[in-house]
């Protein structure tokens, strides 16, 4: 099934076209709350502002959601246009890796560790930030 219209963005790896929420396949972008969480997501605005985004659709994930490999009319695939930027990570469990290529070189580590730094884990972030300093 194909889904084709304008997409409302809800964050850097979920969009709605035709009243269907839609899970952008094989990656995962951090969530709005998160760092860089909403950095993804007005990338993904960005990119999809006035275009008519086409939205194939793979399957229902364990959640319920609606995973679809979503294109802009010039043909350039969503999830790998997030993880060019260094704002979305491929995800090989579901991709298979397809994605890997295109990521920004230490984006899982700059994104985990924002990520901890923000939920307390200072201990984490002190360490990699005495490596940096060797």
Do not use: N
């Amino acid at each position: 099934m194909v889904l084709e219209g304008p997409a409302f963005i809800t964050d850097g790896d979920t969009i709605t076209v035709r009243k269907t929420q839609v899970r952008l396949y094989g990656i995962d972008a951090p969530e709005l709350d998160h760092p860089y969480g909403r950095k993804a997501k007005w990338a993904m605005v960005r990119l999809c502002k006035g275009h008519r985004i086409r939205a194939e659709i793979i399957e229902e994930d364990v959640y319920g959601r609606t995973v679809a490999k979503c294109f802009l009319p010039d043909g350039r695939d969503l999830s790998a246009e997030l993880v060019k930027q260094g704002l979305a990570i491929d995800w090989p469990k579901f991709s298979g890796g397809k994605y890997s290529y295109l990521e920004v070189e230490g984006v899982r580590k700059k994104l985990w560790l924002a990520d901890a730094r923000q939920k307390g884990r200072m201990h984490v972030w002190e360490q990699f930030e005495a490596r940096k300093k060797c």
